[in-house]
């Protein structure tokens, strides 16, 4: 009985908990009638229902008050206290007004309405009455055609049945006729000749009232108020009046339910909270290179909100629904409107930058620092601009602006975007050193006197000299990661150039490199956490790519990248129709679907900067796990379709089974290089060893469980239990398991099956 799951929790906090309890009841008793459950004792059944509610049921149950212990101990009273409580008294007078009120709506048909109507009447104490009703409310309710009315009307003793069979008549008349319409203007339509040098007549035209362009007697502003002087039948872009501007910036509006976005809280760096609506990208600014597009040269046309403008920007929030009568900040074209009144405001003062509304003043010494900055505030005072003190740095030898650090010594980089690199651990062998010189050597015409400050390193990757990890190195070590990480190595990210992402998976951590015109930009790397370090090695490196893209949004969202990865066979993954592939990759590449990239092909060994990152990451930047893709993975075991006895049995054989324990060891620790190294027992997974992954305790090939040796027999006669064919049973067995040999299996199984046997089809007689 396992194959029946119980419904879904009832939540009693949201909704109409009355009637969702009617139908979560019903749900129950046809899950304990499926289950035969139904005759078990008070007792169970009290225990299985208080299960299914959950802890919110559960909470409720014990507030319940019994008289006696076996009141409490009786199935049939703690479904009626629950029913009390979730059955509330009800305002008869109210609920036979909402009947009353209800009428047929557009497009709503006959039968719809009917069911709601008798859902309505269920409840309103009608008795024999409710048929009749419920006719009533058919005639009167029906807004569609007053002919109808006026035929249910001159029908004598009408009733609910004639009522519906009248209405479903009607309704199938009228789209027969919307159809003949339909068909005779197609018949029916004649080309006329026009002449192309003629203009040709509008029946449309611009209209004075709401500036749109529509047909005579059908302008959407009639009956309108204007929201800039309360007056009718205009919108606020065609106000004809000429008074004082005034402008309201918050109107509350709750009729609006079609447009809404939702608001979305920041904390800033000075303790204060920022709402946001319409996010955008932020780019880095080339202010330091002066080719930053200039607003006059843009071809932008900024206009008030027309009445429909201001609709479709609603927004929510937990204090109700608003709508903008007036451009905010929040909107996207704001911070350019913000930067183009900024810079006419103070672009005028000389060693003023402004970047949207950071500004910042520059001096050759304090007094002219100082004498610069006095303009700045004078020309605040008398514009009546204020500044927040909180945000504001005053005499700094060095800050932090638009994602570099400016000091009296020029322009360095970011140190979030060097971390990688700095926090590079100690190399422990020869392959980790002679990985670090691969990726000195691919920066090395940055780097000056590469071959001297490597040469510690060299010394001892040689073949015939034993690794000593000694003080000379260490400081070459140090030496090598500060020269990585100064600029100029780090190249300024320019939308122009060329986008390269190199990036890379090892069996622990993912690693990645932003590349223009051969020179980085930003390093990332992180560590892996224990379930993705289970996946599939294919499912590492697809992760990669999703880091890559999600720390490099700013830079690569609306451009064209190339896609840089040793692991060739991604080139045909991402290509692939998603319901051929497993859910988790499935995942991963919708996340991608906002990207424009390719993926190249490069060999591992010319990977120097991403292998090197992805091996030799720091210990405490790990990738934070996805609650969505958790759920879609714990998915794969959850709803395994076994009852847990026989999945806890599914966990122990793949735990004992010597086969698939070298299998699980070589996921874990990696495999080997060469198909001669792999043990003799296991070679038949070496070619899906990218599909394979390990998910509590199970042992996966995609979404397909891999069976245990010893539990194959047991499958098996489940697979032929209702004796089909070889074909069938094959089919059946390859949507859910797999094992080396499956296919075979099943045909010996099939093939001497002595009830198959008796009664297959004889060879029918020649004539």
């Known amino acids: 009985m396992e194959a029946f799951r119980p419904h879904a929790l009832l939540q009693f906090s949201l909704g109409n908990v009355k009637e969702k309890w009617r139908k979560w009841r019903q749900e129950l008793e046809n899950y304990l009638l499926a289950t035969e459950k139904d005759e078990r004792a008070d ?64 497009g709503q048909t006959i039968e719809s309405y009917v069911t709601h109507l008798k859902t309505l009447a269920s409840t309103r104490e009608f008795a024999e009455q409710e048929n009749g009703l419920i006719r009533d409310r058919i005639v009167l ?48 339509y004649v080309k006329k000749n026009e002449n192309p040098n003629q203009p040709k007549k509008s029946s449309h035209y611009e209209c004075k009232k709401c500036g749109r362009k529509h047909k005579p007697r059908k302008c959407p502003a009639f009956g309108k108020i204007c929201t800039k002087y309360n007056k009718k039948n205009h919108f606020a872009v065609k106000c004809f009046q ?70 479709i920007c609603t927004f929510n929030t937990p204090f109700g629904r608003y709508k903008f009568n007036k451009l905010p900040f929040g909107i996207v074209s704001a911070p350019e409107v913000f930067q183009k009144r900024n810079q006419k405001l103070f672009g005028d003062i000389e060693s003023v930058e402004i970047y949207f509304d950071d500004i910042i003043v520059a001096g050759y010494n304090e007094d002219s ?113 500060e020269l990585l990480a100064k600029a100029p190595i780090l190249k300024v990210f320019s939308a122009s150039d060329e986008i390269i992402i190199q990036c ?64 060739k066979p991604l080139m045909a993954i991402v290509k692939k129709p998603t319901h051929k592939i497993s859910s988790r990759m499935q995942r991963m590449i919708l996340k991608l679907l906002k990207y424009d990239f390719e993926i190249n092909y490069v060999p591992g060994n010319q990977m120097f900067l991403a292998d090197t990152l992805s091996r030799a990451f720091p210990v405490n930047e790990t990738v934070r796990d996805d609650p969505e893709m958790l759920n879609i993975v714990h998915t794969v075991s959850k709803h395994l379709p076994m009852s847990e006895k026989r999945l806890a049995q599914f966990k122990e054989e793949t735990v004992l089974d010597p086969e698939l324990k070298v299998v699980v060891k070589y996921i874990k620790e990696g495999w080997p290089k060469s198909y001669k190294s792999v043990d003799n027992s296991v070679k038949t997974y070496y070619k899906i060893k990218k599909n394979l992954y390990v998910q509590k305790g199970l042992l996966f090939s995609n979404e397909k469980l891999i069976v245990p040796y010893c539990l194959r027999k047991d499958m098996l006669k489940l697979i032929h239990g209702a004796h089909f064919g070889i074909e069938k049973c094959k089919e059946r067995a390859r949507e859910i398991m797999h094992w080396s040999g499956m296919n075979s299996d099943i045909e010996t199984v099939v093939s001497e099956c002595v009830i198959c046997e008796k009664f297959k089809k004889a060879n029918s007689k020649e004539p």
């Open 43 to 106: 007792k169970i059944k009290i225990a299985i229902l208080l299960n299914l509610l959950g802890s919110e049921g559960l909470e409720i149950y014990n507030t319940f008050k019994f008289q006696s212990p076996e009141s409490k101990a009786n199935y049939s009273e703690v479904l009626q206290k629950f029913e009390d409580y979730c059955s509330p008294r009800q305002n008869v007078v109210y609920e036979r007004y909402k009947f009353f009120s209800c009428v047929q709506l557009e």
């Open 504 to 567: 890379d998976s090892s069996k622990d951590g993912l690693g990645s490199c932003l590349i223009q015109k051969g020179q980085p930009v930003s390093f990332v790397s992180c560590s892996l956490t224990n379930s993705e370090k289970n996946y599939a090695q294919i499912e590492k490196e697809l992760l990669a790519i999703v880091f890559s893209f999600e720390k490099y949004h700013n830079f690569v969202y609306g451009r064209k990248v190339a896609i840089q990865s040793d692991h």
């Open 141 to 188: 309710g029906n807004n569609k055609d007053s002919g109808l009315q006026e035929r249910l009307l001159r029908e004598n003793n009408l009733g609910l049945e004639k009522a519906i069979e009248i209405v479903r008549a009607a309704e199938a008349s009228w789209e027969q006729i919307s159809n003949m319409k339909y068909e005779t203007a197609t018949i029916n």
């Open 369 to 481: 620092h100082d004498a610069i900055m006095s303009k700045v505030l004078e020309r605040a005072r008398s514009l009546n601009i204020k500044f927040n003190p909180d945000k504001l740095q005053y005499r700094v030898s060095e800050v932090k602006y638009v994602g570099q650090i400016i000091s009296k010594s020029g322009i360095k980089p970011d140190p979030d975007h060097i971390k990688a690199i700095v926090a590079m651990p100690t190399p422990k062998s020869k392959t980790e050193v002679r990985r670090l010189l691969g990726m000195v050597n691919f920066l090395s015409k940055f780097i000056p006197n590469v071959s001297k400050v490597t040469a510690p390193l060299r010394e001892i990757i040689h073949e015939n000299v034993d690794f000593n990890w000694g003080k000379k190195q260490e400081l070459s070590f140090v030496n090598n990661k």
């Open 242 to 311: 000429n008074t004082k501007n005034i402008h309201e910036m918050n109107v509350p509006e709750n009729e609006l339910d079609v447009y809404l976005d939702s608001i979305t809280v920041n904390e800033t760096k000075c303790d204060m909270i920022s709402f946001t609506i319409d996010k955008n990208i932020e780019m880095v600014s080339e202010t330091w290179y002066k080719i930053k597009p200039k607003l006059s040269e843009t071809n932008l046309s900024l206009t008030a909100y027309d009445e429909v403008s201001s609709e």
